[in-house]
Antibody, heavy 113, light 107 residues
């Protein structure tokens, strides 16, 4: 059974930093593109970032470029999203994604003073 | 960026009905389209990938079709548990985009 478990979401002040983690089991992580998708309260899904199998290609939505960094550790079966210079509009549930099929349960990030 | 226009934004149907949800891309995307189902407070669940391929374990009442710019998700024999929000997802190029979502209510 494939499992994705996110962690790291919390309340943070504007301008602050946060690192989200996603631990994956049940698949060989190095076979897949990975991604992060977020959903602001009461809103739809927004694609945030993708990373290729060896981490050499990364893509970000314009609104997070220069502030968020996506990384992966295939040996540890984990993916990470380092979020800096957080803004109120980054408030959302963040989902990690393995390929298209496998999604985590989500972790809530709240940016507020 | 390629935009996805999903319609309708909401619809209501009876148990046993069949409904169709549409996504239109602002330019051609071949068949790089997925469909997801999301219930309140839950993560999205993958239904369809490559426009018409059913994910493993997803019942055949869900059918995807289309290519290029126009895509549809058809759900047959509606049951109460099909009540959810459905999203399309374009993944042919970056940045990826999702449709706005369609909230399906089962009467």
């Amino acid at each position: 059974e494939v499992q994705l478990v996110e962690s790291g979401g919390t309340l943070v002040q504007p301008g602050g930093s946060l690192r989200l983690s996603c631990a994956v089991s049940g698949v060989t992580l190095s076979d897949y593109w990975l991604g992060w998708v977020r959903q602001a309260p009461g809103r739809g899904l927004e694609w945030v970032a993708d990373i290729n199998q060896d981490g050499s290609e990364k893509y970000y939505v314009d609104s997070v470029k220069g502030r968020f960094t996506f990384s992966r550790d295939n040996a540890k079966g984990s993916l990470y999203l380092q979020m800096n210079s957080l803004r109120a509009e980054d408030t959302a549930v963040y989902y990690c994604r393995v390929g298209l099929n496998y999604w985590g349960q989500g972790t809530l990030v709240t940016v507020s003073s | 960026d390629i935009q996805m226009t999903q319609s309708p934004s909401s619809l209501s149907a009876f148990v046993g009905d069949r409904v169709t949800i549409t996504c239109r891309a602002s330019q051609g995307i071949d068949n790089y389209l997925a469909w997801y189902q999301q219930k309140p407070g839950k993560a999205p669940k993958s239904l369809i990938y490559a426009a018409s391929s059913l994910q493993s374990g997803v019942p055949s009442k869900f059918r995807g079709s289309g290519s290029g710019t126009d895509f549809t998700l058809t759900i047959s024999s509606l049951q109460p548990e099909d009540s959810a929000t459905y999203y399309c997802h374009r993944y042919n190029s970056y940045p990826h985009t999702f449709g706005q979502g369609t909230k399906l209510e089962i009467k």
